[in-house]
């Protein structure tokens, strides 16, 4: 995913939108399309996908609907590939 959006790192002023809303407003920061990397059909998270916030997985709480606070920290993990 780093290749596709060109950065390790993107900062977004996100208090109180989920991480939905959180993934759609770095697509449109970044320019670049990456959300099929992550989700489903069905948007919901593809099997081995792992987002975390604050190191905590999302899969543990609220899926896709947790809400993010200022100053929280957000990781991004697509489904590894190969065999």
Not at 8 to 21: C, F, N, Y
């Amino acid at each position: 995913m780093r290749r596709r959006v060109r950065t390790d790192a993107v900062e977004i002023a996100g208090d109180g939108l989920t991480i939905m809303a959180l993934l759609r407003l770095a697509e449109e920061k970044t320019g670049q399309s990456f959300l099929d990397e992550l989700l489903d059909k069905d948007k919901g998270l593809l099997t081995g996908t792992i987002i975390l916030v604050n190191g905590e997985n999302i899969r543990l709480g609220q899926g896709l609907e947790t809400r993010v606070e200022a100053g929280d920290s957000v990781a991004l993990f697509s489904p590894a590939g190969g065999g």
